[in-house]
């Protein structure tokens, strides 16, 4: 870690294994929990591309103990204890079509239905 910033989990299992499976990819989150719980790394999610770049989604990724680097990921639901929360921001905060939903309590697709109504309005 002393070279990096943050280390996405799944960039771990791929560097690993080159072509992981599931228990792969859960060996490397119980390797962080271990980690953050022991103060050695901070645990937070980010936004980011998956490994084939073809979509972005929300990862662990670990930082050193010093890091300012923060989380992008608002939590959904309850966020594991060893993980640091995003901070809370005021204003003007942008959200996934996918947060907003889960926060109103509707498909993805109403949302991105009545966004795009809302601008052609």
């Not at 942008?94 to 309005?121: F, L, P």
Request: no cysteine; proline share 7%.
């Amino acid at each position: 870690m002393e070279d990096a910033e943050a280390v996405p989990t799944t960039a771990v299992a791929y560097a690993i294994r080159g072509n992981p499976t599931r228990s792969d990819f859960v060996a490397v989150r119980r390797a962080a929990r271990v980690l953050a719980e022991a103060g050695k790394v901070r645990a937070i999610y980010m936004w980011l591309p998956t490994h084939d770049e073809s979509r972005t989604t929300p990862q662990l990724v670990v930082t050193r103990p010093d890091s300012e680097m923060q989380g992008t990921v608002a939590a959904l639901g309850p966020l594991p204890s060893w993980v640091t929360r995003p901070p809370t921001v005021f204003g003007n905060v942008a959200m996934s079509t996918r947060e907003i939903a889960a926060t109103m309590g509707v498909s993805a697709s109403t949302v991105s239905r009545d966004m795009r109504a809302n601008r052609t309005s």
